[in-house]
C-alpha cells in the first residue's frame, strides 16, 4: 500500500513511500520505473517523504523512528538514491517537509514537531 506520494520540485520525478517499507522514484515523462530502495529501506512502514529543493535528494520517515537522507547518484545513464544520512527519534516520525531553504520539518506520532532535528 502507498502512503505518500510527492513531484520533485523539477517535475521530472515521482517518489512513493510505502507500507512495505520500500520507496520508489519514476520518471514522470516516460512513466517507467528509475530507481527502488534496497531492500526494506526502513525497519516498519514508511509514512512519509519530500523533496530537497534540487531535485536530486529527498527523505523519508517511518514508524522505525528513523528520518533518512537520499542523494542521487549517476553512473553513466543509470540513476539511482543512496543513503547518505540516518537519524533516530525518541518516537514515531509520521510527517516530513523541506523548506525551501532545506530545513527538515519533522511531526511525530505524539503530535510533537521538530525543525532540522533541533526541538521545537
Known amino acids: 500500500t502507498v502512503t505518500r506520494m510527492k513531484f520533485s520540485p523539477d517535475s521530472k520525478y515521482l517518489l512513493t513511500v510505502s507500507r ?3 520507496w520508489a522514484v519514476w520518471d514522470v515523462s516516460s512513466h517507467s520505473l528509475l530507481a527502488s530502495s534496497p531492500s526494506k529501506a526502513h525497519s516498519r512502514i514508511i ?3 519530500a523533496w530537497f529543493g534540487d ?6 520517515v517511518s514508524r522505525d523512528k528513523k528520518l533518512k537522507i537520499w ?7 543509470k540513476v539511482s538514491w ?3 544520512c540516518s537519524r533516530t527519534f525518541q518516537s ?4 516530513v517537509d523541506v523548506s525551501p531553504s532545506g530545513l ?5 506520532e505524539t503530535g510533537d514537531m521538530c525543525v532540522d532535528g533541533k526541538g521545537r
Do not use: K, N, P
Open 82 to 84: 543512496r543513503e547518505v
Open 92 to 95: 514515531s516520525v509520521t510527517a
Open 71 to 77: 542523494d542521487e547518484v549517476r553512473e553513466e545513464e
Open 55 to 60: 531535485s536530486s535528494s529527498f527523505v523519508t
Open 20 to 22: 512495505d517499507r520500500d
Open 47 to 49: 509514512w512519509d517523504c
Open 104 to 108: 527538515i520539518l519533522l511531526g511525530f
